[in-house]
């Protein structure tokens, strides 16, 4: 089985529309999209090899240094499959962005590092 990195995004805009409900209603979605991540996790068991988590803040380092900045990469999950088409069909209507202000799910592949 291939290994797939599934990064989970959101954009600033997409935040801030769960910013904008209610402290009740916040709540409210936020119970419900933890329990049906916690039903996708369970569902997708066998395929997921690491359930990683949330994202924090990104520093970038670079030749010039290091510098705070922001991006879109809100979480991230390993899961294998026997193509990236079976990879990313585990993630349709996956609750980031059907529940939650996720915009998305980006999979792709584990690659060997060559000569390795």
């Known amino acids: ?5 599934a990064v989970y995004t959101a954009s600033p805009t997409a935040m801030s529309k769960l910013e ?3 402290e009740a209603e916040r709540a409210q979605r936020l119970a419900a999209g933890v329990a049906a991540w916690h039903k996708w996790a ?7 090899v690491e359930m990683g ?6 520093k970038l380092v670079s030749p010039a240094g290091i510098t705070d900045i922001r991006n879109n990469l809100s979480a991230f999950t ?8 079976a990879a ?5 209507n996956h609750p980031h962005f059907s529940i939650f202000p996720g915009e998305g799910v980006e999979v792709m592949e584990c690659m060997p590092i060559p000569g390795a």
């Open 1 to 5: 089985m291939k290994r797939f990195l």
């Open 20 to 22: 904008a409900l209610s």
């Open 42 to 48: 369970a569902d997708n068991s066998t395929a997921i």
């Open 53 to 58: 988590g949330p994202l924090s803040r990104t």
């Open 78 to 85: 390993i899961v294998q499959a026997p193509t990236q088409e």
């Open 88 to 92: 990313a069909r585990l993630f349709i």
